[in-house]
């Protein structure tokens, strides 16, 4: 459950300006025709205004967890003495782009561990967005959870929040596997989880699942796709389990040397994942997610894979707007700090070149099954990729790894399992 982050497309000129305490000045400079920029003093920052009619997604990270999980490499903290001042932070965060970012139509509650707060923690969240910006009548709104943390009442309070979407980790109905990624929770409690969901109201329901783990063969991983879908859950994600050096499960692999799957078995669990889960009616939409129809693919995820603009707030969060991406300190004590400043909590920024724009979308486009609206991308990043990459377009076709189709270019099943290599063309 990694922090997000945001990237937005506008075209004009000067874009948002920060000063900080000390008086550096950074500037993200936006182009974009709908952009309106309005000097605005906030408090020891300055943000220049920008107002557009983009509906953008937030994304709020939340990283706290209650004990590591053994394959994690994202940064949470186990203390959560925190808690409390780093929801005073995150006010202070929310508000700082009040006249920058106006209306989303997804937000994305994050972690770490969101579940772990109360309700009332979370009323607070939401409470500030709502005074600060506008959120669509029919916006997206999504809260990750983990087994364990949750009951039903708990549930009922989120659905009356407005929280219409959970994603649950499940990760595995096996319990021996649950302990060897050093999983909180049991099968049971994941069923619990489950059936919880759906008694509180919640009618799009997300798991997360994980492949790829020593002892979970084909067999048994089909097995476990089989329990998943009889749950009818509105969305699933198939993660294959990769081993970051600095995990503690690394460490036990180099240890006991516990057997990982080759390149070959890791394409054939891809492959029957994918088969197995199209056949029971679900749309594999991008490389690791699944949605029973089109209308329930996660909307905040797609603005990611889009180039659509974004706010991430919290440590380690990315945002995008235009051709600038920035993303915060990942330390909620160096967070808590720079807040406590009047700062940004801004770890650094980048500004995307043309080149690097159409890269990406290149690369993003090709991880999701609608692929690449080739007009699209000729109007947005000015390339008409048909006629400057047609040699190499052609090979993948030939290949079988992407596929022409009504002016769109878009990954086979195939093409999905090796989408991070179709982009260097
Ligand atoms: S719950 Fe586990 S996997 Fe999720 S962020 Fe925390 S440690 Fe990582």
Redesign the pocket.
């Known amino acids: ?1 990694p922090p997000s982050g945001g990237h937005s497309r506008v075209g004009g000129n000067p874009g948002i300006i920060i000063i900080n305490a000390e008086g550096t000045k950074q500037t993200f400079s936006l182009q974009s025709k709908n952009l309106l920029l309005t000097a605005q003093s906030r408090g020891r920052l300055q943000i220049l205004r920008m107002s557009n009619n983009i509906k953008a997604g937030l994304y709020i990270h939340i990283p706290f ?1 209650l ?3 053994a ?2 490499s ?1 940064y ?1 903290i186990k203390s959560s003495k925190l808690i409390p001042d780093y929801l005073a932070a995150l006010h202070k965060e929310i508000k700082f782009y009040s006249k920058s970012f106006n209306s989303f139509d997804t937000i994305y509650i994050g ?3 969101p579940s772990l707060l109360s309700c009332d923690q979370l009323a607070s969240i939401f409470s500030a967005i709502h005074k600060t910006y506008k959120i669509t009548t029919d916006a997206e709104i999504t809260l990750e959870a ?1 087994p364990g943390d949750i009951s039903q009442d708990f549930l009922k309070t989120l659905r009356s929040m407005g929280i219409n979407r959970l994603n649950i ?1 499940i990760q595995s109905f096996d319990d021996k596997l649950l302990k060897f990624l050093g ?1 909180r929770h049991s099968s049971r409690e994941a069923i619990a989880a489950i059936d919880q969901a759906r008694q509180a109201g919640f009618d799009n329901l997300g798991i997360d699942l994980i492949y790829g783990v020593h002892g979970n063969g084909i067999k048994s991983w089909k097995n476990t796709l089989l329990k998943a879908v009889r749950f009818l859950p509105e969305h699933i994600s198939c993660y294959q389990l990769s081993l970051d050096t600095k995990t503690p499960l690394y460490k036990t692999y180099k240890h006991s040397g516990f057997s990982l799957p080759d390149e070959k078995i890791q394409a054939k669990f891809f492959m029957t994942t994918s088969e197995f889960l199209e056949d029971e009616g679900y749309i594999h939409y991008e490389v690791s997610n699944f949605a029973r129809n089109k209308h329930l693919q996660s909307r905040h995820n797609m603005k990611y894979w889009r180039h659509v603009p974004y706010l991430g707030l919290g440590p380690g969060a990315h945002s995008f707007l235009d051709q600038k991406r920035w993303w915060n300190k990942s330390s909620v004590r160096n967070y808590l700090k720079e807040i406590g400043a009047g700062k940004m909590p801004l770890e650094n920024y980048e500004q995307l070149s043309l080149a690097q724009l159409q890269l990406e979308a290149l690369f993003l486009g090709l991880r999701t099954k609608a692929g690449i609206d080739l007009r699209f991308y000729q109007q947005k990043y000015g390339m008409d990729l048909l006629a400057e990459k047609r040699p190499i377009i052609e090979i993948l076709r030939e290949n079988k790894l992407v596929k022409l189709e009504l002016g769109f270019l878009v990954p086979t099943r195939k093409g999905l399992a090796v989408a991070d290599s179709l982009a260097l063309i």
Do not use: H
Request: include cysteine; aromatic fraction near 14%; glycine fraction near 20%.
């Open positions: 459950m967890c004990s590591k999980c394959y994690c994202f949470s972690g770490g561990t983990n980790g999983r």
